[in-house]
């Protein structure tokens, strides 16, 4: 049976029927992904005797793919696979990652005998364990990658006749997804920490398996469609087909131009900018270029002009969309160095209980989550009433870059007093100074997560043409992803020209290192004034905050 098209979409398929499967698959594979993934810094150290600032550049390799994979994904599964056969596929490799990675935890000859720091008579390392370690890191987070973006939009094709009730879906579909990192980053990482790894990875498993069971179980009930196109494929054919059109001269009438295989009223026509001239080559009709029912011939020889404003679009917001490389840059190094100094000083709340290192970052993401919420209900419109205008998208992101340089001045004068205490306390590991000295910084980059995560997807959401709306997360995904591997760059960076960040960070100078994240902070800083400052807005009139797209 072939599958429909979004345009007919049967009435005894999707629906909010689906819901309750999409939201169980989602909900079991963040648990999963997140219940080992916000725990491997501390399981590398502990358990595979890997250099503390090793296992961080690994961790934050594994975020950067985390955000990357689901753009691929997208493309991949927008152009040939579609929604329902990416997401059983990408579930069952997530779960021969998480159970190859259980398995390292469980038996013996997989992962290293303990040794003693100092030992000479440890047994030398086997290359294959680390074989198993990485395949299993890599499968998991391919898996899980591949799923997170699809799911959403599999939800969303369930409502496609209900442009309303897809606002509604995505609200529960993040919150839910919010939820089960919370949980992943508590609970599951607790369970490691206090009981074994072994039954924290294996309840990843089962979460995995759970998700594709329920994923798999609402088959019947799933509106498949027929992969459209991803709009990055329309990017390139832009630019193949103006470089190849490049001898072409740019006509002097609108009339030349090709307006797409429907025919299109003279009112209605797309005309070419003028900016970035050079790229209206691509949609110059020229002999031999579309057929007689007005589709074309050459697909990388000839697009729209739709097609080609859209790409022009993108560039135009590529200047503010690069003053972020440097924003989320600060966040990944600042996450992997805050579960490291976690580790070298007193978790303890009680004589029997302390708080995991892995789950220390939860405090951004409750913060985050808590400020959204006073965001709509008290500071925009206390902002509206004082100004007589709402808060712009670009003015919240610019306050996002100032509390991000504060909440590293922070991190910089924490950690300084943090060596000083552990000077006059050698020869421990462990530094009499309470892990509660770190919640102030991370509370603050939460706050200023709230500020520019959803000012950014707000801006791109609002400034993007209809045809590249799906494109906001998308945008702050490569950036996130990026931002990570630029983190992991910046960290080694910092290891081969300095002594800041020894094995033990005790001895090390990684205050050092923030105030370098404070400064070029501030650079970076003044780089988004200047693009913000000769940005012109294409389609935003107005900024009504309690509509803005993924806000929740």
């Not at 991803?230 to 390139?236: G, H, L, M, W």
């Not at 610019?398 to 910089?412: C, D, E, K, P, Q």
């Not at 650079?523 to 000769?534: A, E, K, L, M, P």
Request: charged share 15%; aromatic share 12%; hydrophobic share 45%.
């Amino acid at each position: 049976m072939e599958a429909p098209s979004k345009a007919q979409l049967s009435r005894s398929i999707g629906g909010w029927i689906t819901f309750p499967f999409i939201i169980a698959s989602i909900v079991g594979l963040t648990l999963a992904f997140g219940g080992w993934s916000f725990n491997l810094i501390v399981y590398l150290i502990q358990e595979f005797d890997v250099e503390s600032i090793d296992a961080a550049q690994i961790s934050n390799l594994v975020n950067g793919a985390g955000n990357l994979i689901p753009v691929l994904a997208a493309i991949i599964t927008d152009s040939f696979l579609g929604s329902f056969s990416a997401i059983w596929i990408s579930s069952i490799i997530s779960l021969l990652g998480t159970i190859l990675l259980a398995l390292t935890a469980t038996l013996d000859s997989l992962r290293p005998k303990p040794c003693e720091v100092g030992s000479t008579s440890c047994s030398p390392k086997s290359r294959i364990q680390y074989v198993v370690l990485y395949a299993a890191i890599v499968l998991a987070t391919l898996g899980y990658g591949g799923t997170r973006s699809t799911l959403s939009t599999i939800g969303a094709d369930q409502l496609v006749d209900k442009p309303k009730d897809q606002g509604i879906f995505f609200n529960w579909f993040y919150f839910f997804w919010y939820s089960a990192c919370l949980v992943a980053s508590t609970a599951i990482v607790y369970v490691e920490d206090n009981v074994s790894w072994k039954a924290g990875f294996f309840i990843c498993v089962a979460c995995n398996v759970v998700a594709l069971v329920i994923f798999l179980m609402g088959s019947r009930f799933y509106a498949k469609f027929k992969p459209e196109g991803s709009p990055f494929t329309s990017f390139i054919r832009v630019v193949v087909a103006s470089i190849r059109k490049r001898q072409v001269t740019l006509p002097s009438t609108d009339e030349d131009f090709y307006q797409g295989h429907n025919v299109v009223p003279k009112a209605l026509a797309v005309l070419p900018s003028n900016t970035f001239r050079f790229l209206n080559r691509a949609a110059i009709v020229s002999e031999g270029d579309i057929k007689s029912d007005g589709s074309t011939i050459k697909r990388w020889r000839l697009c729209s002009v739709q097609e080609v404003e859209d790409f022009k679009t993108l560039i135009r917001i590529l200047p503010l969309w690069t003053s972020s490389f440097f924003l989320c840059t600060t966040i990944g190094v600042q996450s992997s160095l805050s579960i490291l100094q976690a580790l070298a000083m007193d978790r303890h709340l009680r004589p029997n209980f302390q708080i995991p290192a892995g789950s220390i970052l939860v405090f951004v993401q409750i913060s985050t989550s808590l400020f959204l919420a006073l965001f709509d209900k008290f500071l925009f419109p206390m902002w509206h009433n004082l100004t007589g205008k709402p808060l712009t998208p670009l003015q919240r992101i610019g306050v996002g870059h100032v509390l991000n340089f504060v909440s590293m001045g922070i991190s910089a004068l924490v950690e300084s007093k943090r060596l000083n205490v552990a000077k006059s306390h050698q020869g421990s590991n462990i530094v009499p100074m309470s892990v509660l000295w770190l919640v102030p910084q991370l509370v603050i980059v939460g706050i200023a997560e709230a500020f520019h995560f959803p000012g950014q997807v707000s801006l791109y959401y609002q400034e993007f043409p209809i045809t590249l709306k799906n494109m906001a997360t998308a945008m702050i995904s490569v950036l996130v992803g990026i931002a990570f591997y630029l983190a992991t760059a910046v960290i080694d960076i910092v290891r081969k020209t300095t002594t800041w960040l020894p094995g033990n960070i005790n001895n090390g100078r990684m205050d050092n290192v923030y105030w370098i994240l404070v400064v070029g902070g501030v650079v970076n800083f003044g780089y988004y004034v200047i693009c913000s400052w000769y940005y012109k807005y294409q389609n935003l009139m107005e900024v009504d905050h309690s509509d803005s797209p993924n806000e929740e």
